[in-house]
């Protein structure tokens, strides 16, 4: 059944003006993060912000709810976030970082590192190259420490020779920690040594092949094979949330725009 609007301009108006005065303290005292797409403002936390301004009738509110994940193993390690643990997004890749001509062509296929490892020692890989690097990013979760002494960040490496491999992480793909490096095949990292803990969240991940260790020179799969990266000690992903002022000017601006439209300006 349709309901029919009853609001007039002159209430209309009045809740305007109360709105453009209660949404900027909203904001401010919640910090909320305000997403606005397709005429749907999504808020995270609660919901304050946005069921005031789908009262008036400016925008449709909606409401999406996380899903359950299931722990999984993956080469003998057990993965509390299951699937969604391994980084998923390629940021770069440079086999010929540590000066030499780097891998075949045949093994320089860096997608091959993204997601759940396969565990061939034939396919599914990307070659590092002596001293090569690659930089892979979490995007659908990150990587957090763990409060105690328990490995949290799981390096996936295969082929048969022991090619160790140097870690950095960073929240922003900008400024890098050194968490020590990986030993050949298939091994793991506490970042908690390092200074780090369960407040701390990281979506960035850079490898850089050992040169002093494995196969040296070009040609072949020389460097370090890298099959997937895992976030034992798993958290939601990293997002950038607007100061508060920004988000004031956002709302402000789709009351605007709502308004413009219920009544054809």
């Known amino acids: 059944m349709r309901r029919t609007n009853t609001s007039t301009p002159e209430k209309h108006d009045k809740e305007i003006r109360h709105l453009s005065k209660s949404v900027p303290l909203m904001l ?23 069921a005031a301004l789908a009262r008036i009738g400016l925008v449709t509110l909606g409401v999406t709810s996380g899903l359950s994940v299931q722990a999984a ?28 001509a780097g891998p075949d062509a045949a093994y320089q296929t860096p997608l091959n590192a993204l997601g759940a490892p396969t565990g061939s020692s034939d396919t599914g890989f990307v070659t590092l190259g002596q001293g090569g690097r690659i930089v892979l990013k979490f995007t659908d979760n990150s990587l957090t420490g763990s409060g105690s002494s328990a490995l949290d960040l799981w390096v996936f490496e295969v082929g048969p020779d022991v090619e160790d491999t140097f870690v950095d992480i960073s929240k922003d793909g900008l400024n890098w920690f050194a968490v020590g490096k990986v030993f050949g095949a298939t091994a793991g990292i506490d970042i908690d040594a390092y200074g ?42 990293v997002t950038t949330v607007p100061e508060p002022g920004s988000l004031a000017l956002a709302a402000l601006a789709l009351l605007g725009i709502g308004l413009s439209r219920r009544y054809g300006a």
């Open 196 to 237: 780090f803990n369960a407040l701390d969240k990281f979506s960035y991940i850079r490898l850089t092949d050992d040169p002093a260790e494995g196969q040296t020179g070009a040609g072949g799969s020389v460097g370090a094979d890298i099959d997937a990266v895992g976030a034992i000690s798993s958290a939601p992903p």
């Open 28 to 50: 401010a005292e919640t910090a909320e993060t305000v997403v606005h797409q397709g005429g749907i403002i999504m808020v995270s936390g609660s919901l304050k912000c946005a």
């Open 73 to 100: 193993v993956f080469g003998g390690v057990e993965f509390p976030g299951g699937a969604s643990s391994f980084a998923d997004s390629l940021v770069s890749y440079d086999p010929t970082y540590g000066g030499t």
